[in-house]
């Protein structure tokens, strides 16, 4: 085979003569590097792929463990408010001498030895271990509503009884500016159902408790701004809202006619007054049926 060349700057062109025996080895030398440019080019493929499902395992993982972290926080929050009702618990039974309910995480039925750790240095809690965490949750909680069960209705069968029924007037020298019942809501003015009856006043007048019981929340709630609701025993309980102050704690036991907070306007408030509830076996009724104005 001849190849025949013609370079610019010559005049003459140039004549090479190949056998066929070369020219069967360079082709061959040709399909041998393009097929290992092939097996190249489909390693690479491969290999970017699986850096590809890699990352995205990566960033499932990271999102799992994100989502684990923020429900290891909610569940450190919970086990704080069992420690609030041990707290209550113990000044319940201290108050009313009942030592055969006893309170406490030292000792809870079923459970063998302490409480382990929520979080561990900077290590993020695994998924067992949240369980783990979670079921011993929901014993405690159900442990130390039965124990407060028990605790109230002892309570409540000793002395309290006499005076448990709600009846008597939450804020004196204060009238009536909003019924139970639906109503144009004085913030959004939309129709909406008031749980309640609203006493106003003036800021810095007594709020007092209309029956003796036990305080179950004094603090801040939801729109309620400041906030005393107090367990009457027989399902009742009250609750007295935008309080400039409260002046009781949880666990304390109050009297008929005892000054538990300060009348304010916290929360959604409009002016200075108490928004009154009565609950009676979880469902909210009438206040007004419940109000002595002598």
């Known amino acids: 085979m001849q190849i025949i060349i013609f370079p610019r700057n010559r005049k003459k062109p140039l004549h090479l003569s190949i056998g066929r025996g070369s020219v069967a080895v360079a082709l061959v030398a040709v399909v041998a590097l393009f097929g290992y440019l092939a097996d190249l080019r489909g390693a690479y493929l491969h290999k970017q792929a699986i850096a590809e499902q890699v990352q995205v395992l990566e960033d499932v993982k990271g999102e799992t463990q994100t989502a684990l972290d923020a429900m290891a926080g909610r569940v450190s929050l919970m086990q704080s408010h069992v420690l609030r009702l041990d707290a209550l618990g113990a000044r319940?039974?201290?108050?009313?001498?009942?030592?055969?309910?006893?309170?406490?995480?030292?000792?809870?039925?079923?459970l063998g030895g302490p409480r382990p750790p929520l979080h561990e240095a900077s290590q993020s809690l695994s998924s067992y271990d949240f369980l783990?965490?979670?079921?011993?949750?929901?014993?405690?909680?159900?442990?130390?509503?039965?124990k407060l069960s028990a605790m109230e209705t002892m309570l409540m069968g000793r002395d309290l009884q006499s005076q448990a029924r709600p009846l008597g007037n939450p804020a004196q020298g204060s009238w009536i500016s909003s019924s139970f019942g639906y109503r144009a809501?004085?913030?959004?003015?939309?129709?909406?159902?008031?749980?309640?009856?609203?006493?106003?006043?003036?800021?810095?007048?007594?709020?007092?408790t209309i029956a003796s019981g036990i305080v179950t929340w004094s603090g801040r709630y939801k729109g309620y701004g400041n906030m005393v609701e107090i367990s009457h025993g027989n399902g009742?309980?009250?609750?007295?809202a935008h309080n400039k102050e409260n002046l009781v704690n949880v666990g304390e036991r109050v009297e008929k006619g005892q000054t538990i907070a300060i009348m304010g306007s916290t929360g959604r408030s409009t002016g200075a007054h108490v928004h009154f509830e009565v609950v009676k076996n979880g469902s909210n009724v009438n206040p007004r049926d419940y109000i002595s104005l002598r």
Do not use: C, K, W
């Open 92 to 110: 319940l039974a201290d108050l009313t001498q009942l030592d055969d309910i006893e309170f406490g995480l030292e000792s809870p039925p079923g």
């Open 132 to 146: 783990t965490s979670l079921n011993q949750l929901e014993f405690a909680l159900q442990d130390r509503q039965d």
């Open 185 to 208: 809501d004085p913030i959004s003015g939309r129709r909406a159902f008031h749980p309640g009856i609203d006493m106003a006043g003036r800021v810095g007048m007594a709020v007092t």
């Open 236 to 240: 009742y309980m009250t609750r007295y």
